[in-house]
């Protein structure tokens, strides 16, 4: 049981932002985090990377409680954050330089696995924003990390890149299988990438949905006219659309 989130909750000041959250993760699970703008999906991604502390309850690690940032659990923001005067290649190694040694062939492997062969040399500003965001996800694969923790790193592209973007991801971790924790509030997104889709209703956020999406792979997007794509997407809609006032 790698990621135990029990009864988490997180206050800031008067503001309840998270209320008893509990969830599981199995390992080499994709689970999806879906909810409206404020529910608290960042603050609950920023618990298990362990940039916040719930006020109560608790979050654990393979039965250890998280307290700090640590190399397992590595965060993919929607902006890529990219060094911009290193090339590619040097961004994508940068992490393991701080941790003390770069393995080449590793780096080379996984800008192989990114598609991005050949634009090592470039800097980022020579880079689309899909790019850019494909480097951000190498930085974090390159880490070797148990968790892959995503918060709406789609969310700044355009919506044809955010498109090839989310099938770039889909085939990536079908290929991978490592666990990872995508949050966004986009339903679509959601529901097309994830195995398993929890949905979030807000202040306090509270988990209205846990289920499993029931969809195979390889994932495409013809698939987002399945009657299970839309009948998921109709439960998902209902909560989001509660709480519009
Ligand atoms: N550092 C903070 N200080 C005060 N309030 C915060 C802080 N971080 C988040 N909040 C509040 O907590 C709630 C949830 O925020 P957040 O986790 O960013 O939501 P989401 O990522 O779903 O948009 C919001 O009401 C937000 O204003
Ligand atoms: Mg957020």
């Known amino acids: 049981m790698p990621i135990a989130i029990e009864r988490a909750t997180k206050r800031f000041g008067n503001v309840a932002a998270l209320d008893e959250i509990s969830l599981t993760v199995e390992d080499g699970s994709f689970v999806t985090i879906l909810g409206a703008s404020g529910c608290g999906k960042s603050t609950l991604l920023n618990m298990v990377a362990g940039l916040e502390a719930p006020s109560s309850g608790q979050i654990t690690l393979d039965g250890r409680p998280i307290t700090k940032p640590g190399p397992d659990r590595v965060v993919v923001f929607q902006r890529a954050g990219l060094y911009p005067w290193l090339s590619l290649r040097d961004n994508i190694a940068f992490g393991l330089k701080m941790r003390g040694k770069v393995e080449w062939r590793e780096v080379d492997r996984v800008i192989e696995l990114i598609g991005l062969r050949g634009f090592e040399t470039h800097r980022p500003y020579e880079l689309s924003g899909g790019m850019q965001q494909r480097v951000s996800i190498a930085r974090a694969l390159v880490m070797h990390p148990r968790v892959l923790l995503m918060d709406e790193p789609f969310g700044a592209l355009d919506a044809q890149t955010r498109e090839n973007m989310q099938e770039f991801l889909t085939e990536l971790w ?51 006219t399945t009657p299970e794509f839309l009948q998921l997407k109709r439960a998902a809609r209902q909560i989001l659309a509660g709480e519009g006032h």
Do not use: K, Q
């Not at 979030?200 to 698939?223: C, F, K």
């Open 174 to 224: 079908e290929r991978i299988r490592a666990t990872v924790i995508f949050v966004t509030h986009d339903i679509d997104e959601a529901i097309i990438l994830g195995s398993r889709l929890v949905v979030m209703s807000a202040r306090p956020g509270r988990i209205s949905l846990d289920e499993n999406v029931p969809l195979g792979r390889p994932r495409n997007w013809d698939m987002s």
